[in-house]
T-cell receptor
Framework: EAGVAQSPRYKIIEKRQSVAFWCNPI?????LYWYQQILGQGPKLLIQ????????DSQLPKDRFSAERLKGVDSTLKIQPAKLEDSAVYLC??????????????FGPGTRLTVT | QKEVEQDPGPLSVPEGAIVSLNCTYS??????FMWYRQYSRKGPELLMY????GNKEDGRFTAQVDKSSKYISLFIRDSQPSDSATYLC??????????FGTGTSLTVIP
């Protein structure tokens, strides 16, 4: 079974530039998550999709971050404009939908973003 | 107070030792608990999943949940150098939004 795919793996941009990350979840997984992991910290949920709809985006900085999941499969996360504090690893995860909630999240390798 | 507290370590043990990794939490509604292993520059890899209280064993790994103390543990028996990684705990009340600990860095010395 193929895992969660993400691209690019690494990205270096200057502050105020824009950047986009792509994620392809495990086939059949209806739930998709984007996490931000700052060095030395655990992942922090940015947004959760179930199929096409947003389940939770309460911690997404909506003034600069946006995400979409077209056709309930692939997803993109965009930052515009980037700030220095956005330097982090952006992780995508997916899971099956089970009664009572989704769990057993499977993570992709992440995109390491450096903002200079 | 953070939702989940985890000692960041680093923890260094000799090969073959028993390793104990722990997390505490404040939200008594948490009932889904997971442990992830994260190698350097890789995404987290799911190791153990536990629902509610009790123990779960998988090979050299045992996960314990004590909801009365709001405390979870991961034990690694016969630790190997390949176990050297950062271990993250994660938990949720609903199975949707998961809260992660900061991770414990483990090194197993041959």
């Amino acid at each position: 079974e193929a895992g969660v795919a993400q691209s690019p793996r690494y990205k270096i941009i200057e502050k105020r530039q824009s950047v986009a990350f792509w994620c392809n979840p495990i086939s059949g997984h209806a739930t998709l998550y984007w996490y931000q992991q700052i060095l030395g910290q655990g992942p922090k949920l940015l947004i959760q999709f179930q199929n096409n709809g947003v389940v939770d985006d309460s911690q997404l900085p909506k003034d600069r971050f946006s995400a979409e999941r077209l056709k309930g499969v692939d997803s993109t996360l965009k930052i515009q404009p980037a700030k220095l504090e956005d330097s982090a690893v952006y992780l995508c995860a997916s899971s099956l939908v089970r009664q009572g909630g989704s769990y057993e999240q499977y993570f992709g390798p992440g995109t390491r973003l450096t903002v200079t | 107070q953070k939702e989940v507290e985890q000692d960041p370590g680093p923890l260094s043990v000799p090969e073959g030792a028993i390793v104990s990794l722990n997390c505490t939490y404040s939200n008594s509604a948490f009932q889904y608990f997971m442990w992830y292993r994260q190698y350097s520059r890789k995404g987290p890899e799911l190791l153990m999943y536990t629902y509610s209280s009790g123990n779960k064993e998988d090979g050299r790994f045992t996960a314990q949940v004590d909801k009365s103390s709001k405390y979870i543990s991961l034990f690694i028996r016969d630790s190997q150098p390949s176990d050297s990684a950062t271990y993250l705990c994660a938990m949720s009340a609903t199975g949707n939004q998961f809260y992660f600990g900061t991770g414990t860095s483990l090194t197993v010395i041959p």
